[in-house]
């Protein structure tokens, strides 16, 4: 069985400090896909990026990126300079080739960024 | 491009009532995934239907069902409520082959409490 681990359910920073947030997954699947969605208070889920398990390169995307590593099993989510907007629930999921694109989802860090 | 809609967004019902939520998915989109979210469980897939046809079902009781229209739209009814059910439930829309890879996008739910 899949199985997604957010072992931080909540972290406070002070605006402009860097913040790392943990996903540690388990599959038996040899492909599968990694997500990080962004939950903010109105409780729309939003995507911020997918990872395949054959694509170990890390990614930047403006204050935001992500450290995949295969051998930890393990897909980390970095916030550079944090800002007040980024506060917000953030969820880790998983998809596997054989469960089609269902994901399974960690139980979230939430993220407090206070000014 | 509009989003993923749903309605309503909120829901107040009394115990051994029926429910039922509306989506609207991406134009273009044709497969539409349930999740339910509740602080104790987290997010967990309820159903995904494609093409009018149920394709994939999470682990609940069968009070919870759902149907998609040839239009893609889709509705979830929940029969014979209970305590329990209070939660955010979320629809999601996606392209609808099946590959893990699909990325799924979210509305911002309906929050439905049972009284």
């Known amino acids: 069985a899949q199985k997604v681990t957010q072992a931080q359910t909540e972290i406070s920073v002070v605006e402009k400090e860097d913040v790392t947030l943990d996903c540690v997954y388990e599959t038996r699947d040899t492909t599968y896909y990694l997500f990080w969605y962004k939950q903010p208070p109105s409780g729309e889920l939003v995507f911020l990026i997918r990872?395949?398990?054959?694509?170990?390169q890390n990614e930047i995307s403006g204050r935001y990126s992500w450290n995949f590593q295969k051998s930890t099993s393990s897909f980390n989510f970095t916030i550079t300079a944090s800002q007040v907007v980024d506060s917000a629930v953030y969820f880790c999921?998983?998809?596997?080739?054989?469960?089609?694109?269902?994901?399974?989802f960690g139980k979230g860090t939430m993220l407090l960024v206070s000014p | 491009k509009a989003g993923v809609t749903q309605t309503p967004r909120y829901l107040i019902k009394t115990r051994g009532q029926q429910v039922t939520l509306s989506c609207s998915p991406i134009?273009?989109?044709?497969?539409v995934s349930w999740y339910q979210q509740t602080p104790g469980q987290g997010l967990q897939f309820l159903f995904e239907?494609?093409?009018?046809?149920?394709?994939n079902k999470g682990n609940f009781p069968g009070r919870f069902s759902g149907r998609q229209f040839s239009n893609s739209r889709s509705e979830m009814n929940v029969s014979t409520l209970e305590l329990g059910d209070s939660a955010l439930y979320l629809c999601?829309?996606?392209?609808?082959?099946?590959?893990?890879?699909?990325?799924?996008?979210f509305g911002a739910g309906t929050r439905l409490s049972v009284l």
């Open positions: 999601a829309s996606s392209l609808g082959d099946r590959r893990a890879k699909n990325i799924q996008y």
């Open positions: 999921a998983l998809t596997m080739n054989s469960g089609y694109s269902t994901l399974t």
């Open positions: 990872r395949n398990s054959f694509d170990e």
């Open positions: 239907y494609f093409s009018e046809t149920q394709r």
């Open positions: 134009s273009g989109h044709r497969s």
